[in-house]
T-cell receptor
């Protein structure tokens, strides 16, 4: 699985846009990029997945440049409830059963 | 549609005892995954099961740990002769198919070994 690197933590204020970048230099041709959100004392929750260019849903946007060696999760107008850990995962979409590790993630703290 | 259910939510065991963690997948899901999360760390895959079969247990310690997903009933992660290093949050996820983004996680079981 492609190794990913994310900032350990980020701070933001309510109403701001937050961009969290994940580096994955060794991404393979059949790998997809998936982001999960985890609140304290809860299991992770799927946010968004993409392969290239831009993907948007009701929660976030995912920007992937042409070389796919990085990706940026964009959270528009964050609120206090967006305080969580965000994990970037790179793996084949059909996940052939290889060991899957979420890594340390990025701890986002949204302040009032 | 109820989500993934895990019980107990909190479990305290003394060193040497057995811990048994249960996971009921979402209705209709036949793929179950177990992950372990140590304090301040990310989740690490342990085992992937389908009904009555272990598909991939490459992330599970060879000794003391076992998992099953019987035809009827919940999936069970069993830890025998627990040690303090087993203290962690154990998460179960389920999916319809074997795809990363369709995994739905339960609330986890927090195991404390005293």
């Amino acid at each position: 699985l492609a190794k990913t690197t994310q900032p350990i933590s980020m701070d933001s204020y309510e109403g701001q846009e937050v961009n969290i970048t994940c580096s994955h230099n060794n991404i393979a041709t059949n790998d997809y990029i998936t982001w999960y959100q985890q609140f304290p004392s809860q299991g992770p929750r799927f946010i968004i997945q993409g392969y290239k260019t831009k993907v948007t849903n009701e929660v976030a946007s995912l920007f992937i440049p042409a070389d796919r060696k990085s990706s940026t999760l964009s959270l528009p107008r964050v609120s206090l409830s967006d305080t969580a850990v965000y994990y970037c995962l790179v793996a084949p979409s059909d996940w052939a059963g290889n060991m899957l590790t979420f890594g340390g993630g990025t701890r986002l703290m949204v302040k009032p | 549609n109820a989500g993934v259910m895990q019980n107990p939510r909190h479990l305290v065991r003394r060193r040497g005892q057995e811990a048994r963690l249960r996971c009921s997948p979402m209705k209709g899901h036949s793929h179950v995954y177990w992950y372990r999360q140590l304090p301040e760390e990310g989740l690490k895959f342990m085992v992937y099961l389908q009904k009555e079969n272990i598909i991939d247990e490459s992330g599970m310690p060879k000794e003391r740990f076992s998992a099953e997903f019987p035809k009827e009933g919940p999936s069970i992660l069993r830890i025998q002769q627990v040690v303090r290093g087993d203290s962690a949050a154990y998460f179960c996820a389920s999916s319809l198919d074997r795809v990363v983004h369709e995994q739905y996680f339960g609330p986890g079981t927090r195991l404390t070994v005293t």
